[in-house]
């Protein structure tokens, strides 16, 4: 029940891991043969009057202010009520949105976007560059507390006008009334590249409501509580806490009129979503459990739609307490990761030997692939000359089926090697303080990031500038060769030279383990065979082309 | 205290009573009661299990194996293997020691406490009364498990957490049940003579009100196990209970949340689940047989 | 009488405070707080550590927690039981808002498990020891000894997944106008799911209690002067009978208050328990707070109500 990190989570806990490990490379075409129309509950006609019903779990704030996205339901919202510059789709590209087109500098400094005109707000009154601006100088406003913030210093400025030294941000750029420039303090051809909740893309909100809005209390305002203005899809309606958020058509949207009239974001467990989606009231639920996609898999009424995972599935050792990498090259070689993940995923996902998953053409396949030797182990411990009189502590946040599974596994396996591991489940919050906040453990269990979006996302865990608190590195790892080809792969667009910069990464990261690398979890959804058109990404981009979905006759 | 009709009003019907006499005509009256026989053997049955469970668990409980996972019920595995292939008999048998422990531990707690307050408040009467009957008020209205949640998030879940929790929250009943008592007995003969003797209050508290007492409160800690057993399984439910990989009934039970295990694999519930309600079932037919037995007029029934 | 309550109301100020002071003492000592439950622990990286405490700062919580405890007690006493740190929405709207669907749920499995509980009690009473008591008897202790998620959780399937004739969970069906009839098929399950922890109760007390009265002197008397039988058991026996019923009842409020925590987390229900499950998660003091306060207030007032009935049903009862 704990509040839950969406999806960059750097935790687990009930029910986290599937929905932070979102993603989908081109997946199968879903539900859209013809010949799907088994009988079932005649729940009504299933036309434009039938409401989209879709499970969402119950871990998440009300707070509909675009710059406090904290939860996966939250970035949800958004997309279907707002839109942004770009949207990223299925196969993990950005494609236009308020944007028309944009381009990015050679050098990667400068990010030029052509807006689309004629866009208007529900309430009628026309988009403009200003409230794109307006949009970004709010997350730049200290009061505001933007979970974007820390991202968008990188333009040039901006850190200026956040300490208040400066009445302007002068990298954010209105060229005309159809272009906008954002320039870049330094290189960095990832800087569109993040997680929903904290990405550089956020969701603009419209100015003429927002400008009279105290930023230190936005979370209070009225049109935080009731969101109505949008350029997205669907307008918020209402929302019924435990209960639903219910939104219903824009017959305006920029990107084409929605089929289906109402949608019901509907908020329960896990456990009660299945029972829903299996008895028909509900159309779509993510992040299902392996053991039931393959118990559906034969359903007439649900498509299983398996997608890769964008995250990867790793155990943080502390690299100060246990410095030597043969140590943790044994722990490597001492799992099965292999049957581990049939036994806990039913191998629904990848077993992966760096973080540098993807785009394809960052991926390289010549790495040491640790396959499942426990002699190999045994002497690679000896040689560390570790004193395995001692006892390791592994801690987890408590409550995601399949660590729960794991982490005996991994202590059997490990006292086979000679390891002596000790198991330290915590409460979520308990589990930030020991691994984030005030960095205090031997060994943690964490999956989902955003990996295979961009090659760059692991520089955020494995650069020395961003050891916790001050960042992403919680094993205090530290490599000065690594973290110089981590700014140099950011500082050019050249794809070749990108490509070769991460092949090297992903050795260093491959030979040095500074976490251990288990798996990328498929992401796996249930949906009616009625809803058409539905192309699942990672997780919060969902809906990405809800506006063509339909329901069968 | 003038509300003590209202507030004393007890949840057993018997309380108000005193049980004087004992031996063979209650043992009798609890043995002719054939289901309290019936459940006290199975409590037996179970203690011994709990007690004996090295001995009897045919594999250690936590061995995994990722050979044989999520097998269904076979030879080498009487009642299957769970998902990383532990063994779910072996399992159910340590789990009797935690769920078992989970109970006696919680319940000897709140027992220690209701009575030591219960007979101070009963014992000295006056404002010392009106303070503990308050303080026992406020215990009393809280949403118990609410309560709970929030204090296993704090200390974290573990077995230990989970029992002294329980145990800390679940005393006013006894507590109630003891002052009651002994504010009939303090002014009955036996104590008057003591207390002219020139006993001490803790003698008399303890040398002759709270003798009297226990007999109510076996009934009610009987009572109690079970409760704390099925406490325990709720807060398995909501993750706050006996952290895996340790067993108990209630984190086994709760495997059922999914709806694959549920239906296929019943192996991994079923064996928990019968446990449960055996337990509960037999230690409240127990319970039931004692009261009874110790009440002088069900007994002739 | 009215004297007596007004006593007792006065005596539940403090014991009102006591709980809170109790509760804002447990959630204050839980690690974590609204700050870093709110944001991903990877973003929360991302931030830095001043980001964090200037957002504490701006929601009081770098104050030291007498401090706290002093000014919400303050509001508290003004009427306010403030705003949540999430969201912002006041505490009194949220909590209230939950006291309707909670009271229903728990007021139907109440009334439903007291109008089963009575009739088969008063069976096993009339014919005690016999096999039909027998079977009573460990059906009621076969209903508690089942826990109440695993109960739901199968009716779910069964009752909504295969059979298909009720609905899930949630309280209406969406889309679609509210009405009565939907909200009562919403209703079944969950009301049924909870009135299984009562009935038990109330079977076993009447019982007990019934046995008792039945052997008293007047209704021996009332037999010998020749009245029907029927007319004995329900006259005398079954109103004494009834009398610590209303008791149990009231007493049996902050276990039915438990039980509803699991069974509207299962059926979904927008109730009291889920409001709280999801404010101790999210470290939300004053919603916590706020809900802990209302219960303990419900249940405060039950048990007036429910000495109030004992007054009325048994004369012989005086209030000093």
């Known amino acids: ?553 | ?301 | 009488m009215g004297r007596y309550f007004l006593r007792r109301l006065v005596i539940s100020v403090p014991v009102l405070l006591f709980v809170t002071l109790i509760a804002f003492t447990l959630v204050n000592l839980a690690p974590g707080d609204p700050v870093t439950s709110m944001i991903n622990p990877a973003t929360r990286a991302e931030l830095g550590p001043d980001w964090v405490k200037e957002r504490q700062a701006a929601l009081g919580l770098d104050k030291p927690i007498v401090y706290r405890y002093g000014i919400w007690i303050k509001e508290v006493l003004r009427g306010n039981l403030g705003y949540s740190l999430i969201g912002g929405q006041s505490v009194s709207g949220q909590v209230g808002a939950r006291i309707g669907p909670t009271m229903l749920l728990m007021a139907s499995a109440i009334i439903l498990g007291t109008l089963i509980g009575i009739p088969l009690g008063m069976y096993s009473a009339l014919r005690p020891n016999s096999w039909p008591d027998y079977l009573l008897t460990i059906f009621g202790f076969l209903a508690i000894s089942t826990p109440i998620f695993f109960l739901g959780l199968a009716m779910m399937y069964i009752f909504a997944v295969h059979l298909q004739w009720l609905p899930t969970s949630g309280m209406r069906t969406l889309g679609k106008p509210k009405s009565v009839g939907d909200l009562i098929q919403h209703m079944i399950m969950p009301v049924t799911a909870l009135a299984m922890i009562h009935i038990p109760l109330v079977m076993r007390y009447t019982r007990a209690s019934m046995i008792e009265a039945l052997r008293q002197d007047f209704v021996t008397t009332a037999r010998a002067k020749g009245l029907r039988e029927q007319w004995v058991i329900v006259r005398h026996a079954f109103r004494n009978a009834l009398i610590p019923l209303i008791t149990i009842i009231g007493l049996s409020l902050p276990e039915m208050l438990s039980g509803a925590v699991i069974t509207e987390t299962i059926f979904q229900w927008p109730g009291m328990g889920l409001l709280a499950l999801r404010a101790v998660n999210a470290r939300d003091y004053p919603l916590v707070l706020g809900v802990i306060l209302v219960t303990a207030f419900m249940v405060l007032i039950s048990n007036l109500i429910s000495d109030l009935c004992y007054g009325i049903a048994d004369p012989r009862i005086r209030f000093k």
């Not at chain 1, 490597?332 to 998953?357: C, F, H, W």
């Not at chain 1, 801690?395 to 660590?403: A, C, D, R």
């Not at chain 2, 409160?217 to 439910?237: M, N």
């Not at chain 2, 039931?288 to 002088?296: K, S, W």
Request: include cysteine; hydrophobic fraction near 45%.
């Open chain 2, 1 to 301: 205290m003038s509300d003590q009709v209202l507030v004393e009003t007890p949840p057993q019907v018997w309380t108000n009573r005193t049980f004087a006499g004992r031996g063979y005509p209650r043992m009798r009256a609890f043995m002719r009661h054939r289901l309290a026989l019936a459940g006290f053997i199975v409590v037996l049955a179970l203690a011994l299990i709990a007690i004996f469970a090295p001995v009897l668990a045919p594999y250690d409980p936590n061995a995994v194996d990722l050979f044989a996972t999520a097998q269904g019920p076979s030879r080498a595995h009487l009642l299957g293997t769970d998902d990383i292939g532990r063994d779910v008999l072996s399992r159910v048998i340590y789990g009797a020691r935690v769920s078992l422990s989970v109970g006696l531990v919680s319940v000897t707690i709140y027992v220690a406490i209701g009575m030591v307050l219960g007979s101070i408040s009963g014992y000295f009467g006056g404002w010392i009364d009106s303070t503990i009957q308050r303080f026992t008020d406020a215990v009393m209205c809280f949403p118990s498990l609410i309560i709970i949640i929030a204090a296993v998030a704090i200390i974290g879940p573990s077995i230990y957490n989970v029992m002294i929790v329980i145990g800390l929250l679940t005393w006013p009943g006894i507590c109630r049940l003891v002052r009651g008592q002994i504010l009939q007995l303090r002014e009955r003969e036996f104590v008057e003579a003591a207390r002219a003797l020139g006993a001490s209050p803790t003698r008399v508290i303890f040398a002759h009100l709270l003798p009297n007492t226990i007999a109510p409160i076996t009934v009610a800690a009987t009572f109690g196990v079970a409760a704390a057993i099925l406490t325990e399984a709720g807060l398995s439910f909501l993750g706050l209970g006996v952290q895996p990989p340790t067993p108990s009934w209630g984190n086994m039970i709760n495997t059922a949340q999914s709806a694959a295990v549920l239906q296929n694999m019943p192996w991994l519930w079923i064996p928990a689940g019968v446990m449960i309600a055996l337990a509960v079932l037999s230690i409240n037919f127990v319970g039931d047989g004692l009261r009874d037995a110790l009440d002088p007029r069900s007994a002739h029934r």
């Open chain 1, 1 to 553: 029940m704990t509040r839950s990190p969406e999806t960059n989570g750097l935790t687990f806990n009930r029910r986290s891991l599937m929905k932070s490990s979102a993603g989908v490379a081109a997946a199968a075409a879903i539900g859209g043969s013809a010949a799907s129309s088994i009988a079932l509950r005649s729940v009504g006609a299933q036309d434009s009057s039938t409401p989209l019903q879709i499970g969402r779990e119950t871990e998440f704030a009300p707070i509909f202010v675009p710059y406090h996205a904290s939860t996966g339901t939250q970035t949800q919202i958004f997309d279907l009520i707002y839109s942004r510059l770009l949207k990223v789709q299925d196969d993990l590209t950005f494609q236009p949105d308020l944007a028309e087109s944009w381009e990015v500098s050679e050098d990667a400094t400068t990010y030029t976007f052509k807006i689309r005109t004629g866009v208007t707000w529900t309430d009628g009154e026309p988009l403009t560059v200003d409230d794109i601006i307006f949009t970004y100088k709010l997350a730049l406003t200290p009061e505001t507390g933007a979970l974007q913030a820390g991202k968008l210093k990188q333009i040039t400025g901006a850190s200026d006008f956040y300490d208040k030294k400066a009445d302007d941000v002068t990298g954010l750029e209105r060229v005309d009334d159809n272009t906008l420039k954002i320039t870049l303090d330094k290189p960095n051809v990832a800087f569109l590249t993040g997680t929903a909740g904290s990405s550089s893309l956020i969701w603009v909100i419209p100015q003429h409501i927002y400008q009279d809005v105290d930023p230190a209390n936005i979370d209070q305002a009225p049109v935080s509580q009731s969101p109505t203005v949008g350029t997205g899809a669907y307008q918020f309606v209402e929302y019924v806490p435990d209960q639903y958020v219910s939104f219903k058509a824009n017959p305006n949207y920029h990107l084409g009129a929605p089929k289906i009239e109402q949608v019901f974001l509907r908020l329960a467990e896990p456990a009660t979503q299945l029972a829903q989606l299996e008895s028909g009231e509900l159309h779509m639920m993510s992040r299902m459990a392996a053991k039931e996609a393959d118990r559906l898999s034969t359903s007439d009424i649900i498509d299983i739609v398996n997608t890769p995972g964008i995250g990867v599935f790793q155990t943080a050792v502390n690299n100060e307490r246990f410095p030597d990498k043969r140590l943790r090259q044994a722990m490597m070689y001492g799992s099965d990761r292999k049957a581990l993940l049939q036994a806990v995923l039913l191998g629904q996902g990848e077993i992966v030997n760096s973080t540098i998953i993807g785009p394809d053409w960052a991926v390289f396949d010549d790495l040491n692939t640790y396959e499942f030797d426990p002699d190999k182990a045994k002497s690679l411990v000896e040689e560390s000359g570790f004193d395995t009189s001692q006892s390791i502590g592994l801690t987890w946040s408590k409550g995601y089926q399949p660590v729960e599974l794991a982490a005996p596994v991994f202590q059997q396996q490990m006292s086979d090697i000679g390891l002596k591991i000790d198991l330290v489940p915590l409460e979520t919050a308990a589990y930030v303080d020991a691994v984030v906040n005030d960095p205090d453990f031997d060994m943690a269990w964490f999956g989902g990031g955003s990996y295979r979006i961009d090659p760059d996302v692991s520089s955020g865990y494995y650069m020395t500038v961003n050891w916790t608190p001050n960042g992403g590195n919680t094993t205090h790892y530290s490599n000065e060769e690594l973290d110089q080809l981590f700014i140099d792969g950011r500082g050019t667009t050249d794809i070749p030279t990108r490509t070769d910069i991460y092949h090297q990464v992903a050795k260093i990261l491959n030979e040095d383990v500074p976490t251990l690398f288990w798996w990328s979890d498929n992401q796996i959804f249930g949906i009616n065979k009625k809803l058409q058109g539905v192309k699942p990404g990672p997780n919060q981009y969902i809906w990405w082309n809800i506006q063509e979905w339909s329901f069968a006759e």
